[in-house]
T-cell receptor
Framework: AQRVTQPEKLLSVFKGAPVELKCNYS??????LFWYVQYSRQRLQLLLR??SRESIKGFTADLNKGETSFHLKKPFAQEEDSAMYYC?????????????FGQGTELSVKP | KAGVTQTPRYLIKTRGQQVTLSCSPI?????VSWYQQTPGQGLQFLFE???????NKGNFPGRFSGRQFSNSRSEMNVSTLELGDSALYLC????????????FGSGTRLTVV
């Protein structure tokens, strides 16, 4: 079955420390993976998509098909990075897509 | 351009009642999806509409239904409300299959008492 796993519910780091939020997926096809972020009292926002190979707000994520992972990384965490982060897999079915979300990781960056 | 708009923002309903939630997608987006967010189950897919046709449906009972209009606006209906239906209901839109991501609305917070 298709599944997205984020093993850490909470990740706490100090400002300036490196951050890695883990995401593993289970999917037999070619995955379309995303990271979404939800800041306090704000809507869910798209942060990264693997198809773009982009860096947003200093965050990057590399798709590793061998390890079925899509970890989110940032070399130097900032306090404004504190938020809830969700890894999501877009499944194509009946020519439409649907997102399978991980349970989310709360990132807390301390001063 | 305007984002995804959901109305109302908050709703309080009694068990057994029914409720209708509304979503206006980004202009030009023809796909509208609905998700339920709860502390226990996280974010779960409800259904997806494209050009007034339901393309996908999640594992929710038949009390949950939806529709999409010709202008791409979508409504979601929950009948015979149960306490467990209390959740944040999110709407998301995309141009097509979501390969480049979805844009989410702020959600409708439904409380069933």
């Amino acid at each position: 079955a298709q599944r997205v796993t984020q093993p850490e519910k909470l990740l706490s780091v100090f400002k300036g420390a490196p951050v890695e939020l883990k995401c593993n997926y289970s999917y037999s096809g070619s995955p379309e993976l995303f990271w979404y972020v939800q800041y306090s009292r704000q809507r869910l926002q798209l942060l990264l998509r693997h198809i773009s190979r982009e860096s947003i707000k200093g965050f990057t994520a590399d798709l590793n098909k061998g390890e079925t992972s899509f970890h989110l990384k940032k070399p130097f965490a900032q306090e404004e990075d504190s938020a809830m982060y969700y890894c999501a897999l877009n499944l194509l079915d009946n020519q439409g897509g649907k997102l399978i979300f991980g349970q989310g990781t709360e990132l807390s960056v301390k001063p | 351009k305007a984002g995804v708009t959901q109305t109302p923002r908050y709703l309080i309903k009694t068990r057994g009642q029914q409720v209708t939630l509304s979503c206006s997608p980004i202009s030009g987006h023809r796909s509208v999806s609905w998700y339920q967010q709860t502390p226990g189950q996280g974010l779960q897919f409800l259904f997806e509409y494209f050009s007034e046709t339901q393309r996908n449906k999640g594992n929710f009972p038949g009390r949950f239904s939806g529709r999409q209009f010709s202008n791409s606006r979508s409504e979601m209906n929950v009948s015979t409300l149960e306490l467990g239906d209390s959740a944040l209901y999110l709407c998301a839109s995309s141009p097509g299959t979501g390969a480049w991501g979805y844009t989410f609305g702020s959600g409708t917070r439904l409380t069933v008492v």
